[in-house]
């Protein structure tokens, strides 16, 4: 059989392919080891490109699986933390919008209070400023006290944490949280928060360019807010507490699956739709609206400076007979973008991810 040789072009792109994996995956896969971790603080900063994943286990132990040569793990330390905790600072975040000008998220503070008084076990996973770190993934233990990470670019995937605090910082980049609990603050200066099946007690995000979403998600107190992003709470359940939404320039949809009473308002020109499949009380008025839906329930607010708000029952994924007004609603529940709205008033200041790449068999090293 006669096989033919492959052509100058064919040889040229079979190169850069494999140039292009080479440099795409990890110098070296490297597995480290802490050991002796009861409810510790972990913390991650990492200002450079990286993929983050965190991840949970039932074992006293801290795993870091990535390109050892790229960030350092610190031998663990004691953090003792007072009776009396202090809120934590939040910086001021900055970052240009698509005109050029300057989207600003002013500086605030969160209070961590899941974390006992005393000495906890301290990690510090962390790199120096611009260096590519590519994908890493972290495995915590479920009863972690406290969970930071701070990424420049890239992303952040929170999985399965559910008993302490979690504070998610990203410059450019997403996060994504799934089957989480507890308390948490994120802030994404360009790109999306996505929060999926999670039962959380408190929960605090911000965004300055990007969108917001939650899917079957259940929340006691949640402050969520953003300036040219749109926030979708899809097929959602509230308890008793403080829930509010507040996109500046972007659309607020709140769809529940539950008891509610849901307070929607729109600045601009923009309107309030309402649409509910079950049976509820709504007092509709172009640009505000209230709805008594299932009977009743926790106080929602939705706001939108030049946006729409929408207020619905169960889930956008499954209702077919809804009018074009809802298209934008229904682009943002997919992380879709629309075009922006003419005339649309623009007030700046407000009150996807990369895919892991395959690892080679790593090699490991282990504190006690």
């Known amino acids: 059989m006669h096989l033919n040789r492959p052509s100058g072009v064919a040889r040229m792109i079979s190169y850069s392919v494999l140039t292009w994996l080479l440099a795409s995956a990890p110098a070296w896969a490297e597995v480290t080891t802490v050991d002796g971790m009861d409810a510790p603080i972990v913390r991650i900063q990492l200002p450079a490109q990286a993929v983050v994943t965190i991840r949970t286990w039932d074992r006293p132990a801290v795993q870091v699986d990535g390109d050892g040569s790229?960030?350092?793990?610190?031998?663990?330390?004691?953090?003792?933390?007072?009776?009396?905790?202090?809120p934590t600072p939040v910086r001021m975040g900055q970052i240009k919008g698509p005109d050029g000008q300057p989207v600003v998220l002013p500086a605030e503070s969160f209070v961590v209070s899941s974390i006992t008084p005393g000495p906890h076990p301290l990690v510090f996973i962390h790199s120096e400023v611009g260096h590519v770190v590519g994908p890493i993934t972290i495995t915590v233990p479920r009863n972690s006290a406290l969970v930071t990470a701070n990424v420049n670019r890239g992303s952040v995937a929170l999985h399965d944490y559910q008993s302490g605090t979690f504070i998610l910082h990203i410059n450019n980049g997403s996060a994504t949280l799934d089957g989480v609990g507890g308390d948490g603050f994120v802030q994404v200066m360009r790109g999306p928060v996505i929060v999926t099946d999670s039962t959380l007690n408190r929960l605090r995000v911000r965004t300055a360019l990007g969108n917001q979403i939650y899917e079957r998600c259940s929340v006691h107190q949640i402050e969520a807010s953003s300036v040219d992003g749109s926030i979708v709470y899809d097929s959602g359940r509230f308890e008793q507490g403080l829930a509010r939404f507040d996109s500046t320039n972007g659309d607020v949809a709140i769809g529940v699956a539950g008891g509610a009473q849901l307070a929607g308002r729109s600045g601009g020109n923009g309107r309030v739709y309402t649409f509910f499949e079950q049976r509820a009380q709504v007092d509709n008025r172009d640009d505000e609206a209230n709805a008594v839906v299932g009977g009743g329930g926790p106080v929602v607010t939705a706001t939108s400076g030049s946006g729409n708000v929408y207020l619905y029952d169960g889930t956008l994924r499954?209702?077919?007979?809804?009018?074009?007004?809802?298209?934008?609603?229904?682009?943002?529940?997919r992380n879709e973008s629309l075009p922006r709205r003419p005339n649309a008033a623009r007030r700046l200041t407000q009150p996807a991810a990369p895919q892991a790449q395959s690892n080679p068999p790593p090699r490991g090293k282990r504190f006690r």
């Open 70 to 86: 790229a960030y350092a793990v610190d031998k663990p330390s004691i953090s003792r933390i007072p009776a009396y905790l202090p």
């Open 318 to 333: 499954s209702k077919v007979r809804l009018s074009a007004e809802w298209r934008p609603a229904q682009a943002a529940l």
